[in-house]
DNA sequence: CTATCTGCAAATAATTTGCATGTAC
DNA sequence: GTACATGCAAATTATTTGCAGATAG
């Protein structure tokens, strides 16, 4: 096994990566494509899949829905709407320690995901108004 | 819309769920399946998604894989072996808190779903053995 | 040069869906 | 009896892969 290699493609899917917010494989090849239609899905794919394996990018696995990729490396949680589906990055200040204070049962624990759910500022606020409206 | 009806579908596709920890829908579907080669995978996946969407069962996304279900509605969090792929439960006794204590911007949680990732007792173990030989 | 990458298109694999029939209540 | 459920098979959707040609180092 050699380096890996720069090329455009990689930079390119990298740029989508940061540009895109929390975007699934097929977002991230949708953007890139459109600039630069030769690149293909299998191009994307593998790129991805070498970035999160490298830990140079973050996958990550939401309810419901297909892996996303993630390219803030902190340790941090994620907050994904009810109503809109946004996904917020949510740091939290004893991330590490909530991880190796639950290990247990002899788990060596490695590393940790969390994912909370709800409504997102935005959408709180849109019902809240609709509400008002109704009444 | 009714009241949802029993089925020996439905009790089929969940003693299997609590019997197979942790399944996607297709172990589901091939457990069912296997006793009972008449079930539909469509039922299977019907079935599960009603569970899902009632609260009945837990849909559960883990890292890289396919959604999974568990039956274990009270809160916990899964440690996931990064070697042999088993799925752990992990109570956490201040669960809500942890939770509740990272709303921010606004953001209003309505739960949390908590991934640990690593080694797990069996595979640390037979990791230590395989070293101790080689030495 | 040559090991790695890429484009393309076809292959997998999971999940969903339309529709006619079956069945719980 | 009728509304909800099921079986089947075809359709979608995400992702992977084989292979020949392109290219980074």
């Given amino acids: 096994m050699g380096a890996a290699r720069n090329t455009r493609q990689k930079q390119m899917v990298y740029d989508a990566l940061v540009r895109l917010d929390h975007p699934t494989a097929t977002q ?5 494509h459109e ?3 030769t690149v293909s ?5 593998r790129v991805l899949s070498g970035f999160a394996e490298s830990g140079q990018v973050r996958r ?9 990729y ?5 340790p941090h949680a994620h907050g994904r709407c009810r109503v809109c ?6 740091f939290l200040p004893d991330f590490a ?8 049962d002899g788990f060596c624990i490695e590393g940790c995901e969390v994912e909370f759910y709800g409504v997102c500022a935005a ?3 849109k019902q809240m108004r609709e509400s008002a409206n109704e009444a």
């Fill in 123 to 125: 959408c709180s606020e």
């Fill in 41 to 45: 899905r299998g191009t994307v794919f």
């Fill in 85 to 90: 589906g946004w996904v917020q990055d949510v």
């Fill in 97 to 104: 320690a909530i991880a190796a204070g639950a290990a247990s």
């Fill in 60 to 68: 990550v696995n939401l309810f419901g829905s297909d892996a996303r």
């Fill in 70 to 74: 993630d390219h803030t490396l902190a």
């Fill in 28 to 32: 991230v090849y949708a953007c890139v």
């Fill in 35 to 37: 600039e630069h239609p």
